[in-house]
């Protein structure tokens, strides 16, 4: 079935790079996506990446995507107390719907 | 408007009472979802809809669960007999139709408290 999992917690000191990783279970999936949710608010697009490719890079953004494993990782550069949120990975639950399913979210602590 | 808008952004009842939860999705956008957050628990889908129709309501947790959209614009999210369990952050999101990557946009959520 659907399932995107990832680690609960990541704990970084500020100006360190930063590595969220997720696995996913629909091989089908066109599309996989990162959402970063602050403290009180919705979730907000961070990024996408096409599966098809393997890497795509976005100012500090770099999202790898290893199809074989099944596995997306986010690595966010320079980070910074401002990055500090819950990011949320998701993929397309198949080709013929347009259903989302999130993953656990991981807390990013980024400190001093 | 601007947003997905999402009232109220706070609600707490009594269990046994019913609720209501209303999301105004950004105009144009086609498709609307519904999610649920229980702290310390994930992002966990309920139901979306293409227009007024719901293609896949195979996350509502129990007959307790209803929603419907009327002119392919508002939702409402009715939860019955409200049980502790419900007790959570249900987030809806809109999304227009597109070819390519399908980008959601979320509303602030409603965060529901049964007592």
């Known amino acids: 079935g659907e399932d995107v999992e990832q680690s609960l917690f990541l704990s970084v000191r500020e100006g360190d790079s930063s590595v969220i990783n997720c696995t996913y279970t629909?091989?089908?999936?066109?599309?996989l996506y990162w959402y970063k949710q602050e403290p009180g608010a919705g979730l907000q697009l961070l990024t996408y990446i096409f599966s098809n490719m393997d890497m795509k890079q976005d100012q500090r953004l770099t999202v790898l995507l290893n199809k074989k494993d099944k596995h997306l990782s986010l690595r966010i550069a320079d980070t910074q107390t401002g990055d500090s949120a819950i990011y949320f990975c998701?993929?397309?639950?198949?080709?013929?719907?347009?259903?989302?399913?999130f993953g656990t979210g991981t807390r990013l602590q980024v400190f001093p | 408007g601007a947003g997905v808008s999402q009232s109220p952004s706070n609600k707490v009842t009594e269990k046994g009472k019913d609720v209501e939860l209303r999301c105004d999705p950004i105009?144009?956008?086609?498709?609307l979802y519904w999610y649920r957050q229980s702290l310390g628990q994930g992002l966990e889908f309920l139901i979306y809809f293409q227009g007024n129709s719901a293609p896949d309501k195979s996350g509502l947790p129990s007959d307790r669960f209803s929603a419907e959209r009327t002119g392919g614009s508002v939702s409402t999210l009715t939860i019955q007999r409200t049980q502790q369990e419900d007790s959570a952050v249900y987030l809806c999101?809109?999304?227009?139709?597109?070819?390519?990557?399908?980008?959601?946009?979320f509303g602030a959520g409603s965060r529901l408290t049964v007592l």
């Open positions: 999101a809109s999304s227009p139709v597109t070819s390519g990557a399908n980008v959601l946009t």
């Open positions: 629909d091989s089908s999936s066109t599309y």
């Open positions: 998701a993929e397309s639950a198949g080709y013929n719907t347009d259903k989302l399913i």
């Open positions: 105009s144009g956008h086609t498709a």
